[in-house]
RNA sequence: GCUCACGUAGCUCAGCAGGUAGAGCACGUCCUUGGUAAGGACGAGGUCACCGGUUCAAUCCCGGUCGUGAGCUCCA
């Protein structure tokens, strides 16, 4: 018997190969798994090669997972207890929990979920051990198969040859696995079934729909609480609650996929857009408007019709259909086209904010994150080839302005050809290289995700993370060879020929709305003065002192502060909560004191009372409070 | 588009087991003129999403449509 050298948390150990983890030292309390060399084992599993051993707990993400992917046995085992029809499809472990995928004879509701959970929690009363089997494919087959459990069948005929099956048995309950798992049922401590949908088997809505149980799981009662106390507040943070609670935007049945702005939103996202519009402006940008109706010839021509037909506002008139754009770059081939360009034109940048519409599917809209109408700061950049690298410089620089600006941090990602590419082999090739060169020389992270870009060339996309830790994908940069191919397009270069140049489609906030919905929640309605919707709210204390308040109003509007005066015949405190509520950055309190004084009391939205300030002295200073980010007037 | 759930006043919600609806906030009028997070009284406001069916009778039961939510799928 070959002896296995351990280092387990730097105490040197030697076995015999074959012995488990729980037998090499005490197992620390709360272990969940072990760590062999890079591999997550389970503690009962017997060890064939020594090395590096690390005992996992549920502080390690490793050991997290291991847990929620027991807590998904669970889960079936009880479901199976319960509806011994039921068929197995997958139950993985998520990030922060668990869902299993079950064909039932009936629809559940959220109502059945508590009585689940009862029959997990008999489960973990139980203590089941928990025991992993290694079948050859006819066991495995022949057990699934006299458990009725289909779908497990599909999933072993699709195992590779050489690939070993295991499964996990507790007390009745058997699972197609590869684990690891838990050693027993008794370490999950406490859980929560959270949410029951539907889902196709496989994710092909060509295949029966399972129902899907989401639930989480951990070791005590109080991390639970403490956890499902964050997904309310992140519920409290929703922008579509919070678009209606500020007045800021509605949806409505009669327009669906489409927002009705409110005074206040409206103000917030002309304000956004006036950003993103001195900006390009400054980096070299040209703003132009193109028709929105075009012939479906432009469509056909541009190869929208062929890949992207379904998602078209079509109109038929007169016999022929035309179609709304659901982007500005073939109209901005048509503008490039209109006269005869040199290669000193180049690169041209043309920026539009037009509105743009997508007949996005019925279940796939949600609040201003996916609308069917909507704008972007889209530009298109027309460059000769040797441009390319400094041209996508320049994007990544106005990137880095704006999340800098909002305070999110951005990641990258490369996405490369995919299997319905359009165009030459080699161009892809060089694309792909230049993009990672640019990345590189800006000393950029970035990931791949192979095979993600669009047909027409790769892109890089950029994943702002919000004050809450996730990741939206807004600002995008996509290399196309093709568009210019399909228009014919040409520059007259150097040497009097003609060439074809290349084109980058952009975006920095991407959707002007959904880049809206993400600062709401990323601000929890809290915009910083230069975003707020109303900038100022002056509260008088009584209706004396309304005509100095409307005084103060006139002086503060004239220099392009959002203002407004709290008319209401109210007390000063119901005022100031409502003001707080409404997340006014600041408050002007005015009182006969102010009146006779000429000063005003500052209340600030974070800071609270700051005192009495002279009227002249806080309208210079709000000035400067309000700028935009980056520019001086 | 698919599965499940939901749709009652501008908003948040109640409405027991079929008998044509109720609260708080917001809104209006009046009283109150109050210095840093809700002063008081009174009032107006609803085709119970829409269409059809069952029933003596439907907000409630059944079917369909529309919308919303969660998830799936999709997202050049």
């Known amino acids: 018997m070959a002896i296995l050298q351990f280092d387990v948390n730097g105490e040197q150990v030697s076995r015999e190969a074959g012995v488990r983890a729980r037998d090499l030292v005490r197992l620390p309390p709360q272990t969940l798994a072990v760590w062999v060399n890079g591999q997550t084992l389970d503690v009962d599993r017997p060890l064939t090669e020594g090395g590096q051993l690390q005992f996992l707990t549920f502080a390690d993400s490793a050991g997290r997972h291991v847990f929620r992917h027991s807590s998904a046995h669970l889960l079936a085992q009880a479901v199976k207890r319960l509806w011994p029809e039921a068929k197995l499809g997958t139950g993985p472990a998520l990030e922060d929990g668990f869902y299993y995928d079950i064909w039932l004879p009936e629809p559940l509701t959220e109502a059945d979920l508590p009585r689940i959970e009862a029959a997990m929690r008999d489960i973990v009363r139980e203590n089941l051990a928990i025991e992993r089997l290694e079948l050859s494919r006819e066991e495995a087959l022949a057990l699934f198969h006299d458990r009725g459990e289909s779908f497990k069948e599909e999933i072993i005929a699709r195992i590779p040859d050489d690939a070993v099956i295991s499964a996990y048995r507790q007390g009745e309950f058997v699972d197609l696995c590869s684990g690891p798992h838990l050693p027993e049922t008794g370490l999950i401590g406490a859980l929560r079934l959270t949410q029951v949908s539907g889902a196709y088997w496989r994710g092909n809505e060509k295949n029966p729909m399972m129902t899907r149980i989401y639930g989480t799981s951990f070791p005590d009662q109080e991390s639970l609480e403490r956890y499902l106390a964050q997904i309310e507040e992140a519920k409290l943070r929703d922008h579509r609650k919070l678009g209606a609670q500020l007045d800021l935007f509605t949806f409505r049945e009669e327009a669906p996929g489409f927002v009705f702005w409110h005074a206040k939103g409206h103000a917030v996202y002309r304000t956004l857009e006036e950003f993103s519009r001195r900006l390009q402006a400054r980096h070299g940008y040209q703003e132009v408007a193109t028709p929105w109706v075009y012939r479906v010839g432009l469509w056909e021509r541009s190869g929208h019709w062929d890949h992207y037909r379904d998602n078209l506002f079509l109109i038929d008139r007169d016999d022929e259909l035309q179609g709304l754009k659901p982007m500005n770059c073939p109209g901005h081939c048509l503008l490039f086209k ?4 040199s290669y000193r034109d180049l690169p041209w940048r043309l920026a539009e904010y037009s509105p743009l519409s997508r007949y996005e599917r019925s279940g796939a809209l949600h609040g201003l994150m996916r609308v069917r109408g909507f704008h972007q700061d889209d530009a298109h950049l027309f460059v000769r080839p040797d441009q390319i690298r400094e041209e996508m410089f320049g994007v990544l620089d106005l990137v880095d302005i704006v999340y800098r600006t909002f305070e999110m941090p951005y990641e990258v990602v490369l996405s490369t050809r995919p299997d319905d590419y359009m165009g030459e082999l080699a161009l892809w090739e060089r694309a792909e290289q230049e993009l990672e060169e640019v990345l590189r020389a800006r000393g950029l992270k970035y990931q791949i995700n192979p095979k993600d870009g669009a047909f027409y060339g790769p892109k890089l996309d950029v994943y702002a993370v919000d004050s809450l830790g996730r990741r939206w994908q807004c600002a995008t940069a996509q290399l196309d060879f093709q568009l210019p191919e ?70 503060l509007s004239e220099r392009g502060v959002r203002v407004e005066v709290d008319e209401r015949n109210q007390k000063i405190g119901y005022k100031i909560r409502e003001a707080q509520l409404a997340k006014v950055p600041e408050m002007l309190v005015v009182g006969g004191r102010d009146q006779d004084n000429q000063t005003v009391s500052l209340r600030s939205r974070e800071d609270g009372d700051r005192g009495a300030i002279a009227l002249t002295q806080y309208v210079s200073q709000v000035v400067d409070r309000i700028r935009m980010p980056g520019f001086t007037d």
């Open 486 to 555: 399909k228009f014919e397009l040409e520059y007259v270069d150097q040497d009097g020929l003609a060439k074809r140049p290349v084109m980058i489609h952009r975006a920095i906030l991407g959707s002007i709305e959904r880049f809206l919905g993400i600062l709401v929640e990323h601000y929890k309605g809290a915009f910083p003065p230069w975003l707020a919707p109303v900038q100022v709210r002056i509260l008088p204390i009584t209706d004396k002192q309304l005509d100095y308040a409307r005084h103060i109003e006139r002086l």
């Open 338 to 341: 209109g006269a005869t360009r």
